[in-house]
């Protein structure tokens, strides 16, 4: 099976940027959705940004649409989460998470592979 484990998070100023890191083993990243999820104090875990390997597109929330890119490297088994310009509602902690491609990315067939966190704190 697939684990995966992101790094990356941290302290960091409004208008900063950060770039959180998805590296997978156990199985190679290609066939699989990758998803950035964010659970902030207080709130629900929600879907920040998503990147299909099968057809290549992408999707982000409407919080973080133009700050935020979603990238990966197949050869590197990694995915990344570039943050921009980023805010104080930024804060929370960030999940990578997997699962078997879908022929629409915005499916909400369910996630089965995740992270353990990474924390990012956006101070004003």
């Known amino acids: 099976q697939i684990q995966l484990v992101e790094s990356g998070g941290g302290l960091v100023q409004a208008g900063g940027s950060l770039r959180l890191s998805c590296v997978a083993s156990?199985?190679?990243?290609?066939?699989?959705?990758i998803g950035w999820f964010r659970q902030a104090p207080g709130k629900e875990r929600d879907l920040v940004a998503a990147?299909?390997?099968?057809?290549?597109?992408?999707f982000y929330a409407d919080p973080v649409k133009g700050r935020f890119t979603i990238s990966r490297d197949n050869a590197k088994n990694t995915a990344y989460l570039q943050m921009n310009s980023m805010k104080p509602e930024d804060t929370a902690v960030y999940y990578c998470?997997?699962?078997?491609?879908?022929?629409?990315?915005?499916?909400?067939?369910?996630?089965?592979?995740w992270g353990q966190g990474t924390q990012v704190t956006v101070s004003s």
């Open positions: 998470a997997g699962r078997s491609s879908r022929m629409v990315l915005t499916s909400t067939a369910p996630y089965e592979h």
């Open positions: 156990g199985r190679a990243l290609s066939g699989y959705d």
């Open positions: 990147i299909s390997w099968g057809g290549d597109s992408r």
